[in-house]
Every structure is written in structure tokens, then in C-alpha cells.
């Protein structure tokens, strides 16, 4: 080897063992502003998990910085290249991928003797409206199918900020109508024992999905029978809930990430995030209507228990509010929506998580149906956090509240 060669190595592995280096700080750095209560459960294992996740995101900023890839890119594929297994499909299951007017869909059928037809259900994947996929969703999805004896529908809707609102929710309501249309005669589905469901996220879209349905009022539509809201994110008016403030800084969702997630899917200026935490997008008028759904007096006393300090009164800024004002309508924020609507949508279940920044999103809007006398069953799991059931049936990134989380949505599901 010649001298001008060995210098090149050594450069190249300084570099990289900079590169590290540089990667290992930030890491460390992000994991010391972390804050993981005791009563999370396999808090130890979230930690880990959570610096992998951090890592992850630490080098695909770096590599964006670079002009390499978008970081949102190298995500993905890291996820989907040592993170997402689709393992080999399951006695008891059949899986196929179609598409239905386009969108991506896979289904999961049943394959035991069904007496007459069976129950379906069509699913959304959380992950911001910018993450996640049908691969992410798959496990939760098998699992639902084969406990539930239902046929589940995953949907692969478009994903930000390649594509913005309301491209997620219109996939959505394409793939859903074109299911209840041939349910029946493709599928051996009843068509009026179809509900609609998802994580976070998707529970968002879950929820948005059927007040638009709702709201078309046409007697002819087919229309799900149930809602399934696995700790959905319903609202961005108001980031300082006591689940927000209580859970800042739990993973996997941090307060400014949710924010951060809002204005991607909106088309916004990222930079708007720490208007948006201390509320200056909300107008005077409308914050004192929000108040009757949003205020910290309408959660049980043990949503109080863990702290809760009123905010400073936000200063309004117009420009901001007309940036993001798609925001505070009802497709994007569910909960906002008006009593009349929300009267016309079918029941629901709600799960909410106790170390969770949407905890109170879930808890507030139970509070909402039940004030309109809707049907509405309510799990809370106490040592859950956010994104608990990505990890489900993922080897040593597992975690047991997963399961319990999706027993208790297949004990819904099998009411419907």
C-alpha cells in the first residue's frame, strides 16, 4: 500500500469515526431532554428504543443538510429496510394487495367457516400523515383479523409532504366507499357491519372520514357502522392540555413534534411550530368557543393529577392564523366540529394512553359524544404511551402493553 492510499484511509475513517462521534452527542444530548415517568411500562427498553429513533432521525437531518436525501426519505427507508418485518402469512389468514380506484389497499381475510357474512374493517396507519405505511401496520392488522374474525382493509393512502391535506383523507374515503360498495359481493362482508378505525394519526383521519361522511347527507351512502380511535390526535388549537404539558417530553411523540407533524400535513412553515405551542394561531373569538370542548374542566380529576398550569394568554398574530387556518376546521381537527355533525356520526370507540401528549384529545372527545348522547365506549391504559402498538410482535422491540392495547380493540370489534 502506498503512502498517498493509507492517508486516504485513515481520512475516510477519521471521518466516519467524526461522523459517529458527532451522531452519539446529538443522541445523548436529545435523551437527556427526554422525560420517562416510572409508571410507563419497560420504561428502561423505551429509553433504548427511543435513542435508535433519535439516531435515525439525527442522520437523515445531517444527510438533508447535505443535500444527500430528504430526511423524512432516509426514515422511511431505514424503517422499511431493518425495522418493518413482514413475516410469512399466518394459518387461519389470507393476504393480498390491491388497489381500489388507485389507492393501495391490503386485505386480510379470514379463512375459518363464517355463517352468513362477516364483519369488516377498514384501517389507517398512524405516523403524522408523513410515516408509516401498510408494512408498519401489518402485525396489528393480522392480529385484529384472526382475534376478531373480521375482514380488515389497510389503506396505503399518500403520504406528506410530498403530498399535503386533504390528499390523505380523500384516499381514505376512496378506498372506504369503494369497500362498502363491494363488500358484499367481492368480500362476503356486510356492507352496514363495516366500521372505520386507526393509531393516531389515521384515528384522525378515522374520525375526519366520517363527519365528512356525515356531512354529505345522502341517504343512499353506505356509511361505517363505528368509529375506532386508537389515541387519536383530534385537534390543533390548543397544545398546552394537560396531557401536553404533563407528557412534553415522553416518547415516542414529543409536544413540538405533534406541531411539527400539523404543518406538514397542512402545507405550513415548520418554522410556525412554537406559534402554534403557545396557541397564537387561534383568534379571540374562536378560542372562547374552543373553550367549551378544549377546557382542562371538562377531563376527570385524575387527568389533573400529574400537573397542570394555565398558559399565558396567547398573543394573536392574523397571518399566522391564515397560514394554517385549514387547521382549526373540522378535517383536520374532528373534535372542532359542530354538535350537528357530530350527531350524525356512528359510535365510537376511544383508547387513549396514559403518558401520551393526545391523551386528552381522546378523553375530550369522548366527553363531546357523550354529551350528545352518542355511543361511546372508552379503554385508558395506564402505563401506555404513544405509538405503543408499532411494537407489536417486533421481536426484541416489543413491548406487552401492545397487546393488551389491541385486545381491547378486537373485544370492541367483536360487538359490532
Known amino acids: 500500500m502506498d503512502i498517498g492510499t493509507a492517508i486516504l484511509i485513515i481520512g475516510f475513517a477519521a471521518l466516519v469515526a467524526a461522523f459517529l462521534l458527532l451522531v452519539i452527542g446529538l443522541v445523548y444530548s436529545e435523551l437527556m431532554n427526554s422525560d420517562i415517568p416510572h409508571g410507563v411500562a419497560n420504561s428502561r427498553k423505551l429509553h433504548m428504543v427511543h435513542g435508535l429513533f433519535v439516531g435515525i432521525a439525527i442522520v437523515g437531518r445531517i444527510l438533508h443538510r447535505l443535500g444527500i436525501c430528504h430526511q423524512v426519505s432516509f426514515i422511511r427507508w431505514f424503517v422499511a429496510c431493518f425495522l418493518n418485518r413482514v413475516n410469512p402469512v399466518c394459518p387461519g389468514l389470507r393476504v393480498k394487495d390491491l388497489k381500489f380506484s388507485e389507492v393501495p389497499v391490503r386485505i386480510y381475510e379470514p379463512t375459518a367457516v363464517c355463517n352468513g357474512l362477516r364483519r369488516g ?29 373480521t375482514t380488515v382493509v389497510s389503506v396505503g393512502y399518500r403520504l406528506a409532504p410530498e403530498h399535503r391535506y386533504p390528499a390523505q383523507l380523500d384516499d381514505c374515503e376512496t378506498a372506504t366507499c369503494h369497500f362498502l360498495s363491494v363488500a358484499e359481493a367481492e368480500f362476503s362482508v356486510d356492507s352496514h357491519r363495516v366500521a372505520v378505525g386507526g393509531d393516531s394519526t ?24 363505528a368509529q375506532v380511535l386508537i389515541y387519536p390526535a383530534l385537534q390543533m388549537a390548543d397544545f398546552n392540555l394537560p396531557s401536553y404539558q404533563q407528557n412534553h417530553a415522553v416518547p415516542i411523540l414529543y409536544r413540538g413534534r405533534m406541531a411539527f407533524y400539523f404543518l406538514q400535513y397542512l402545507d405550513g412553515d415548520v418554522s410556525l411550530c412554537q406559534d402554534l405551542l403557545e396557541g397564537n394561531h387561534v383568534p379571540t373569538e374562536l378560542r372562547q368557543r374552543y373553550k367549551n370542548w378544549l377546557s382542562p374542566s371538562n377531563l ?24 394554517i387556518k385549514a387547521g382549526l376546521e ?3 381537527s374532528p373534535l372542532l366540529a359542530d354538535d350537528a355533525v357530530i350527531q350524525k356520526t356512528p359510535s365510537a370507540f376511544i383508547l387513549t394512553c396514559e403518558y401520551d401528549i ?24 395506564n402505563d401506555g404511551f404513544h405509538g405503543v ?22 373485544d370492541y370489534v367483536n360487538t359490532l
Open 121 to 149: 374493517f377498514v384501517y389507517f396507519h398512524g405516523g403524522g400523515w408523513v410515516l408509516g405505511s401498510i408494512d408498519s401496520a401489518d402485525e396489528v392488522c393480522r392480529y385484529i383479523a384472526l382475534g376478531s374474525d
Open 202 to 225: 389515521g384515528a384522525n383521519l378515522a374520525a375526519a372520514l366520517c363527519q365528512r361522511l356525515a356531512r354529505k347527507e345522502d341517504g343512499h351512502l353506505l356509511f361505517p357502522c
Open 300 to 323: 376527570p380529576p385524575e387527568c389533573l393529577s400529574r400537573g397542570f398550569s394555565e398558559p399565558p394568554t396567547p398573543e394573536y398574530d392574523g397571518e399566522i392564523y391564515h397560514a
Open 330 to 332: 373540522p378535517e383536520v
Open 358 to 381: 393526545l391523551r386528552d384529545d381522546g378523553v375530550l372527545f369522548r366527553k363531546r359524544l357523550l354529551d350528545l348522547q352518542k355511543d361511546v365506549s372508552w379503554q385508558h391504559v
Open 389 to 410: 402498538i408499532n411494537f407489536f410482535n417486533q421481536g426484541w422491540l416489543s413491548f406487552p402493553a401492545a397487546v393488551r392495547v389491541l385486545d381491547h380493540v378486537v
